[in-house]
Every structure is written in C-alpha cells, then in structure tokens.
C-alpha cells in the first residue's frame, strides 16, 4: 500500500526532475537573431549527427561567429550562402545552402521544422513574435524567417520545404 508521504516524496522527485532538467536550456539558448547575412542564428539538433526531425523539441540556436548574444557558433564550413531579405516592419529572413557534412547531417534526412509554435519549446526570434525554421539536409537548403505576424510566418507546411515556406533568392 503506497502512503500518503510517499506519494508526496515521488511527486516532489518528479518535480525536482522536471525543474533540473528544464534549467539547463537557458533563453539564449533557444533565441535566434537575425541581423544581416553575417549575423544570424538558425536552429540544429544539440548534437552533431541527429536527424532534424527527432530534434524538433530539443533544438538550440547556433549563430555565425560575432553575432550578439549568441551561445554556440555555427560549424566551421557549415553554411554555404546566406541571403538576407525582407523588412523589419513585417519580416527578416535568411535563405541559403549549407554543407550537411559539417555537422554530421545525413545525406537522407528530408529535415524538419522549428517553429514559434512550440518546437523547440520556449524558442523565438529577437524582436519578432512569430518564426518558422526549416533545415534540409537531403538538398542542403536552410531558411528562417522571423515575422510580427502569424500570416508571414506558415508554420503548418513543412513539408512544402524552403523554396515554398519562405522563398527567396537562390537556394
């Protein structure tokens, strides 16, 4: 027969869990930026080799060396192209092409999407409400956009891929 203060004992393990483990993602860690072509942050599994789509939830943001208040460079040769558009009023977006080898993505992996609506939790973009993040491995595409509004900002076509979720120049 389980007591009462056992009970209690396991909730307050559970719950000392939770916190522990939810502490060691700080905001800065699932904060992307995006400044220009040479200052931008997107979002890639914690650790090299994982597929996009098992990291949805535990995705961290990796910027491009000297971009403000990032935690963890992109890989060295990671990205390819970086084209930067859009307008603060409305959006800011990255499109390009990045090299899957540098962070040991695989060749097979279609990719996946993060989002501000909850993958990874908590994350957004710097200054913007809303964003969508898609990264490709397969076709070596990247793309992340960051909106004050939900409209600029699908997050329901992820499969469409980059080209469609957030056109821009050339992938």
Do not use: W
């Not at 909106?147 to 469609?164: F, L, R």
């Amino acid at each position: 027969m389980v007591t009462s203060t056992t009970l209690f004992t396991f909730l307050i393990l559970i719950l000392t869990t939770i916190v522990f483990v939810n502490a060691d993602t700080s905001e800065a860690d699932v904060t992307a930026i995006l400044i220009s072509n040479t200052q931008f942050c997107i979002f890639l599994p914690p650790a090299p080799g994982e597929y996009i789509s098992d990291s949805e939830k535990t995705a961290l943001a990796f910027c491009t060396p000297g971009t403000p208040t990032s935690v963890r460079d992109l890989p060295d040769g990671f990205i390819i192209s970086a084209n930067f558009g859009g307008d603060s009023s409305t959006y800011v977006q990255i499109t390009g092409k990045m090299n899957p080898d540098a962070y040991q993505l695989h060749h097979d992996d279609d990719g996946g999407q993060y989002d501000s609506a909850g993958s990874p939790p908590n994350a957004s973009c710097a200054g913007y409400e809303h964003f969508v993040n898609l990264v490709e491995p397969n076709n070596g595409n990247y793309c992340i956009r960051c909106c004050h509004y939900k409209s600029d900002c699908p997050t329901n076509k992820s499969t469409e891929g980059c080209e469609k979720v957030i056109p821009g120049p050339p992938y």
